[in-house]
């Protein structure tokens, strides 16, 4: 995911969300999903479109159609509501990073394979990438530590990506931390201004992505 807010003090990047305006409140339709999915769906819904301090536990509840007091039958806290919708989204990504990575003994193929995980995962889960990348902040201290962990070393594994290419002579650029947060900051952006009904089919989008990225780098895709 894109390099998210850090506590008071820290130095990094906050990223706008590009909220819109939706109707939040109305009652979920027939999904097929467990309850407990449910709940969780539904929070991701409303702390992407109201922010996680305004979604209050009774209003996912009433989302959800179920009484307040049972809510809790699912998740104890706001927070672990929160902290389960963060660590399957980190979870998720370095997964998706591991796999682009042993997909090819090519630098620069290796490089492509994650910009197109990166951007499909922030296209395809929008919502998700809004929560995470605004909220962490929000976690509980221990929370907070495992979550900022697991994001350095997604992107810490882009930048030695980029270093090898470097040395390799494949990429031509000036700072390589400075050049991961810029390409994960692509992704974020996509989160903000992505819609499956939009003029831009998916696999579109992820093609122009890639093209700029290697661009960014300096390595042509259709070098690779």
Not at 30 to 42: D, F, M, P, R
Not at 78 to 94: F, G
Not at 164 to 184: H, M, R
């Amino acid at each position: 995911m894109g390099v998210p807010i850090r506590r008071k003090g820290e130095r990094d990047i906050k990223y706008a969300s590009g909220i819109g305006v939706l109707d939040i409140m109305a009652k979920p339709r027939s999904s097929g999903l467990s309850t407990s999915a449910l709940v969780e769906s539904t929070a991701v819904r409303l702390f992407s479109e109201l922010g996680y301090e305004a979604s209050s536990m009774r209003r996912i509840a009433a989302a959800v159609s179920i009484q307040p007091a049972g809510l809790y039958n699912y998740c104890r806290s706001k927070e672990e509501l929160l902290w389960s919708i963060v660590l399957k989204a980190l979870n998720t990504i370095q997964r998706g990073q591991d796999v682009a990575f042993a997909s090819s003994d090519l630098t620069d193929a290796k490089f492509g394979a994650f910009v197109r995980m990166h951007m499909r995962f922030h296209a395809e889960s929008s919502e998700t990438a809004r929560v995470v990348n605004n909220n962490l902040s929000s976690l509980s201290r221990e929370h907070y530590r495992i979550a900022t962990t697991c994001r350095d070393r997604y992107e810490r594994g882009l930048r030695d990506l980029l270093e090898l290419g470097q040395k390799q002579e494949l990429f031509d650029f000036s700072n390589a931390k400075i050049t991961s947060y810029a390409i994960l900051q692509m992704g974020m952006g996509i989160s903000s201004w992505y819609r499956r009904d939009g003029d831009f089919s998916l696999d579109a989008v992820v093609d122009l992505y890639e093209e700029l990225a290697m661009r960014l780098v300096g390595c042509r895709k259709d070098s690779m």
